[in-house]
């Protein structure tokens, strides 16, 4: 079993999984919903910061890769190091660590 440890507004917690789905739905089946758009990689809706655990996800599509590019052209020197990934696309294999990515 991996652990899904997230914080999202004021609510954290853990989702227990065996993994091999995306992050949004390893949540979305516990009941817990991510910020989201397209589901598709593309619009950036469900941007997320990998606190722990960027080597137990799989590898970027090239769509993702994409998107996390244009998000990253805007940011701060600062932002742009944080560990960024795409929830929907991004698929589980180990334990991670998650929070909604803010540029602020
Ligand atoms: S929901 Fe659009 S990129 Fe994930």
Redesign the pocket.
């Known amino acids: 079993m991996f652990k899904i440890e997230y914080s999202l507004r004021e609510q954290t917690g853990i989702v227990e999984t065996e993994g091999g789905n995306t992050l949004f739905d390893e949540l979305s089946t516990k009941g817990v919903i991510w910020p ?11 941007r997320t910061e990998i606190i722990e655990g960027m080597d137990n996800l799989s590898p970027p599509s090239a769509i993702e890769a994409d ?1 996390i590019a244009r998000i990253r052209e805007g940011l701060s020197e600062e932002k742009k190091l944080v560990p960024l990934r ?4 991004a698929k589980v294999r180990g334990n991670v660590k998650i929070s909604p990515f803010s540029s602020k």
Do not use: D, K
């Open positions: 989201h758009g397209c589901l598709a990689g593309a619009c950036g809706a469900c998107t795409m929830a929907c696309r």
